[in-house]
């Protein structure tokens, strides 16, 4: 379910209609939480909120509304890792699998690319406390119910300083932690204008991430040979 807006603002979003023209429809929490139930009817696996940050009061409202009528699916947290630490502690016991993006490991790229300079530190305290709250990723029969998946994306030139993050997730978060490394990179929206990321990723470069990960100790969420 993609919300409009994002509290990012990254050169190179593949959604950037969405997330910064704010392209979309205004809803009621009682039609969202409706929509929760179709989504449920239809067989879907999880309620999926994309970017919720900004509208977290207005989400947590419908997800109510939905429980009440039955709704039993795990809510996901789709978000970009730029998160408040006191908003997370009020989803506690609401949000099932948090999804967060970990885009950066230092400041450089987090404020040339997404106007975050403080975005690893934000990012690393919120992702601290989300797995305080629902731990390593559950998986059963290959469908995920509860727990934190983290999701990384190869930047072009090493532009994601993707040591820095990995070596966070092995060794203050969980060396068990679900972690997608993620090749889909492509120069998007105003990324033509960077000259660092005005191209896809390489191959090598995607399996050099996936070399740091193996080498860390971190084994679950990408190829392991």
Same mark, same amino acid.
């Given at each position: 379910m993609f919300l409009a807006n994002c509290n990012l603002r990254c050169v190179y979003c *593949?959604?950037? %209609?969405?997330?910064? =023209?704010?392209?979309?429809?205004? @809803?009621?929490? &009682? *039609?969202?939480?409706?929509?929760?139930?179709?989504? *449920?009817? @239809?067989?879907?696996?999880?309620?999926?909120?994309?970017t919720p940050t900004h509208y977290t009061p207005?989400?947590?409202?419908?997800? +109510?509304?939905?429980?009440?009528?039955?709704?039993?699916?795990?809510v996901v947290y789709n978000c970009s890792g730029y998160e408040n630490v =006191?908003?997370? &502690?009020?989803?506690?016991?609401?949000? %099932?699998?948090?999804?967060?993006?970990?885009?950066?490991?230092? @400041?450089?790229? +987090?404020?040339?690319?997404?106007?975050?300079?403080?975005?690893?530190?934000?990012?690393?305290?919120?992702?601290?406390e989300m797995h305080r709250q629902v731990g390593d990723l559950v998986i059963d029969r290959t469908?995920?119910?509860?727990?934190?998946?983290?999701?990384?994306?190869?930047?072009?030139?090493?532009?994601?300083?993707?040591l *820095?993050?990995?070596?966070?997730?092995?060794? &203050?978060?969980?060396? &068990?932690?679900y972690v997608n490394i993620m090749l889909q990179y492509r120069p998007a929206y105003r990324a033509l204008e960077f000259e660092d990321i005005n191209r896809a990723v390489y191959i090598e470069e995607y399996y050099n991430v996936l070399d740091m990960a193996r080498g860390l100790g971190l084994h679950r969420g990408f190829p392991n040979e």
């Open positions: *593949q959604n950037y %209609d969405i997330s910064h =023209e704010g392209k979309g429809n205004p @809803i009621t929490e &009682e *039609q969202l939480a409706d929509s929760m139930l179709w989504i *449920q009817r @239809i067989g879907c696996h999880n309620i999926n909120l994309v207005n989400l947590v409202k419908a997800v +109510a509304i939905a429980a009440r009528k039955g709704l039993r699916l795990p =006191e908003t997370l &502690e009020l989803l506690d016991g609401i949000v %099932d699998i948090y999804m967060p993006d970990i885009k950066y490991g230092g @400041i450089e790229s +987090a404020k040339m690319y997404s106007d975050a300079p403080d975005y690893f530190e934000v990012c690393k305290q919120a992702v601290r469908i995920a119910w509860h727990g934190l998946l983290i999701r990384h994306l190869v930047l072009p030139n090493n532009r994601a300083d993707s *820095q993050v990995l070596d966070f997730i092995a060794n &203050e978060i969980s060396r &068990e932690s």
